[in-house]
């Protein structure tokens, strides 16, 4: 099963609407529920990201025999430095951001935590595309 | 610590549909103190109630993530419509108290209502 969704880069108060959507169709056929939670969560602060630092931009999420693998793509400015971006408080979201609760740098972090695989593709002005991945 | 047992304690209201009978089904079993969201997602676990200063969507968004039981808004804070909405929406209970974040903590820790230490 494949669900794509826009992920608006407008409404900061939107965010979160894909994966409260994939959620509830995790749920519904009843799938176990800590997949749910560590998809769930890993999902968020992907799309949150896609937000804040890619401007918005597309999410296709699939459902498959043996994991649920979710990519999101954005064009924004891509990650400068992998390295740091992964280091726990490293961000560079601005003051607004922070103000909301996020960009506290725990993003890529908490989905790597999260999921059994995360990869990520990007590069200055090319945008990125990150991809994570739960083993069912 | 039930739901309503953590309502009288703080003196909160209930902004969200649920009855009094309700709340006393709704069993806590942590609580957190944060204002960073970032910080719930890494370290919360279900059955918990969230205490913050943030009133905006994307607290009650994090408590759906994160199976939060309900949050509870400090010094007196009141939410848009919009998020209550989305709270009944997701079954997640908001309260309301006047105290300020550490009272509130201080309160319910000292009633026997613990954190999460991360492992």
Known sequence: MIKKYDISGEDF???GEASSDFKSVMKKIGMN??????VSIAMYEAEINTIIHGGGGECEAEIK??????TFRD???????????MQEGYSTAGDKIRELGFGAGMGLPN??????NMLIDTAPGKGTTLTLIVNL | MLLSDIKNLLDAKVLTKESNDVLSQKDIHTACGCDLMS????FVKDQSLLLTGLINAQVIRTAEMMDIVAVCFVRG???????IELANEKGITILSTELPLYISCGKLYSEGLRGYLND
């Open chain 1, 65 to 70: 025999s043996d994991k649920v693998q979710v």
């Open chain 1, 13 to 15: 108060s939107l965010a």
């Open chain 1, 33 to 38: 529920p800590d997949v749910i939670r560590r």
């Open chain 1, 75 to 85: 064009n924004g400015p891509g990650i400068e430095n992998i390295d740091l971006a």
């Open chain 2, 39 to 42: 910080d719930v997602l890494a």
């Open chain 1, 111 to 116: 989905i790597k935590k999260y999921t059994d």
């Open chain 2, 77 to 83: 804070k009141l939410p848009a419509e919009e998020v």
